[in-house]
Every structure is written in C-alpha cells, then in structure tokens.
C-alpha cells in the first residue's frame, strides 16, 4: 500500500503529517523515492529527507549517496547563511544524462535531445513523408538522433520517447492504424531503436504526445482534465484525466476524427465510413472542398490568404468546419467535463473564425455544467508541445522510483539507462 501511494507526494507528505511512520515503515522509502522528492523539491537537504521520509541518518545518507555517484543529483552549498554552516542543498542534475525524443506528425517532424529536465539541448526539424515507412523513417531518426548527440557519449543517453501519427498500442509501442500510416501496421517500435540506443523507447501517438506537453509545460497544477484537439491535416485529440493521458484499452482512446457529423453530405472517409468530422472539416477535407469550389490552393497558406484578402466563400467554409468541429467536440465535452480544451495544430492555428465557431457551437451545445467554467483556449506550446511530450513521457518512466531502484539493484546503467 505504501509502495502504491508513495508516488503521490503530497497525498504522502499529508499522510505522514497525520499519522508519523514507524521506523520500521519508514525503511520503505527507496532510493529512487528520494530522488523523486528532491526533483520534486519536496525535500533539498539531508534534514529533509530525514524529517519527510523518517529516515536515519546513515539510511538518508546512503541513499543519497547513491544518488551522488549515479550524477542524478548533485550537491550545493551555495545556500545563504544563517549564522552557522550553510547546509548542503541537493539538486537534481538534470544535465546527469539525456533522452532522445522526435514528435513525427504526418506534415512536420522534429527531432531532438533533451536534458533530464526535458530542456532541448539539440534539435532538428524535417518534412519528411512519414508514409515511406520504418524502414526509411526509423533510421534517418536515429541517424539524426547522433548527429544531434556530438560528442557526447552515448552512454548518457536514458531513454527514447516518439510521438507518431498513429494509433499506438502503447504498452508494445506497436502502431496500429491501417489506413493512415499502412507501412507501418503492426510495427513494434522499441526493438528496432533498442538495437542502437539499448534504453527503455516510449511510443505514443502524435496528438496524446502533444497533450501530455501542453498540460505539463501551460496547465499542471491548475487543470487535471484537458482535452487537447489537433486541427491540421488531420484532426485527433488526446485525453487528459485526473493528471494521466486516458489511452483507453488499446491505445484507441481520442480518437474523434472518425466521429460522423449530421447532414454531412455523405463523405467517404479514409477510414471506411462516412462523414466523419476528419473527413468534412480537416486542413485536407477543406483543401478539397476549396478546390472543387474553384480556388487555386495549395496549402493551408493559400487559404490564410485568401480569408486575409476577405474571400467570402473561403470564410464561410472555414467558419462552417469550425461548426461541425465544434459540434463533435460539444459530445466529447458533456462525456469527459474537461477544464480546458486546447485547440494546436496549423489548421487551429491560422484561422480565428474557426476557433470562434468551435467556441459558439460547444458553449451552445454542452450541457450547463460541463461548460458552465469550461475554457477553449489557443495551444501556447505550438508544435513544441510535441517534442516537451515526448521528453516528459519518457522522463517521467525512466526516473520513475520503480525504474531507478531496479536499476540500482542491477548495478548497471543499461539497458534502463539509470
Ligand atoms: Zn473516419
């Protein structure tokens, strides 16, 4: 039991307030537990790990002491003093190693190396056509993944997080999707990186990736229930409830592209159904709706254009795949009660009068409750969140208490990196 709620701090800290542990509980708290609550800041000296934790001297001194000579943390006297000898503060060292991250979307890609706060050290962005496949996506990553690395030696390198345009089995990092990335159906991710960078690889998919960035890099700690949308060439969303990315049984949760519209003309969608938001309101549904209409576009671009030059067949086709965006994400609204909806992603991003009839249509068709304080706000990471996502997933795994104290007990730095 103490093992399970021990992650959550302050739920712990306010346990221990309530009710001291005994020594001999006390000798739970791992070492990777104390790593935990020094990056967390909950205790910066050995006196506080001692109070919080119940440790003894010697047992908070051999845990950090671990910690030391693994170079997760790193010791300070910089404090200022108060009369007597400055103690000694403990930092977590986020530059004790890095993670190698790339947020592939179906029109943008980035690459990077991230410190072990997730700050890009080193990145690059690409437009590649991730339709070629593994075979030729995977590697140009991981050669661009030791580009990227320089000299640094590679056995600083503790994991690997991908963000990919597809739906993801997340436990296997299998891809699933048939029709969008069909070379890359049923691909197990993990092994095929595992053979060059022997560290734990995390695979989600694109739009979950960008959820997990934005909540943790704009809203942690002011909303747990985001619901972030991704309007681009495609249109997903990624689920966050109660603090955690909700991936449902398979991976499948958030997927309202493929959630029909009414009276939507009966569009046949690439995922065999039809009129499926995706398939009358994405950056590409508008692109062909455009051309039919006689509009020389070729990219979202053309249409910004032309809704600056005040076309207003334009404006009303994009005001009117606003509405029926809006009106799949008012169900999802009265379902999940979100805090927040962030609406990222090109589409999203360029056009206001897109993002105000999604506003008008959710706020008149959710019901009173879940919408009563509910706010539908711009992303403010952009395409950043991706690649914030994708260290913060794999950051969050590799210095988890579990993965640090197994690592320690393996007395090796691989394959889990620590
Ligand atoms: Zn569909």
Not at 371 to 385: D, M, Q, V, Y
């Amino acid at each position: 039991m103490l093992r399970y709620i021990s992650h959550d701090f302050s739920l712990l800290r306010c346990l221990w307030f309530t009710k001291p542990m005994s020594r001999r509980t006390a000798a739970l708290a791992t070492t990777g537990e104390v790593l935990h609550l020094i990056r967390s800041g909950e205790a910066v000296t050995r006196a506080d790990i001692g109070r919080v934790t119940g440790l003894s001297r010697p047992a908070v001194s051999l845990r950090v002491g671990e910690l030391l000579e693994r170079g997760l943390v790193v010791e300070r006297t910089d404090a200022p003093s108060t009369g007597g000898r400055p103690p000694v503060r403990l930092e977590f060292n986020a530059a004790g190693g890095v993670v190698l991250v790339a947020s592939l979307g179906a029109s943008r890609t980035r690459v990077a190396v991230c410190d072990l706060a997730g700050r890009e050290l080193a990145g690059r962005g690409f437009a590649i056509d991730v339709e070629q496949g593994p075979d030729v996506v995977l590697p140009l990553l991981m050669d661009t993944w030791e580009e990227l690395l320089g000299d640094r030696p590679r056995s600083m390198v503790r994991g690997v997080g991908m963000g990919v345009p597809a739906t993801v089995e997340f436990a296997k990092g299998r891809t699933e999707s048939v029709r969008v990335m069909a070379s890359w159906t049923g691909v197990v991710i993990p092994p095929i990186v595992q053979e060059r960078f022997p560290v734990p690889v995390l695979v989600d998919n694109d739009v979950n990736v960008l959820a997990i960035g934005e909540h943790r890099g704009v809203y942690a700690g002011m909303a747990d229930d985001l619901l972030f949308v991704k309007i681009s060439t495609r249109i997903g969303s990624g689920i966050v409830a109660g603090g955690r990315i909700l991936r449902g049984a398979l991976g499948a949760a958030g997927e309202i592209g493929h959630i029909p519209v009414k009276d939507g003309g009966g569009v046949l969608c690439r995922c065999g159904n039809v009129d499926c938001v995706d398939s009358v309101a994405s950056g590409t549904a508008l692109l062909r709706d455009l051309r039919k209409a006689g509009k020389d576009v070729k990219d979202i671009d053309d249409v910004t254009a032309l809704v600056r030059a005040g076309d207003a067949e334009t404006m009303a086709m994009v005001r009117e795949a606003g509405r029926r965006i809006g009106e799949v994400l008012a169900g999802a609204v009265n379902i999940l009660n979100p805090a927040v909806v962030v609406l990222g992603g090109d589409v999203a991003e360029a056009f206001a009068s897109l993002v105000s009839s999604i506003r008008e249509v959710v706020y008149r068709r959710g019901t009173a409750l879940a919408t009563r304080s509910l706010r539908i706000e711009p992303s403010r990471l952009g395409a950043a969140a991706g690649i914030s996502g994708c260290a913060v997933m794999v950051l969050d795994r590799v210095l988890s208490p579990e993965a640090v104290d197994e690592s320690l007990a393996r007395g090796t730095a691989a394959p889990s990196g620590i």
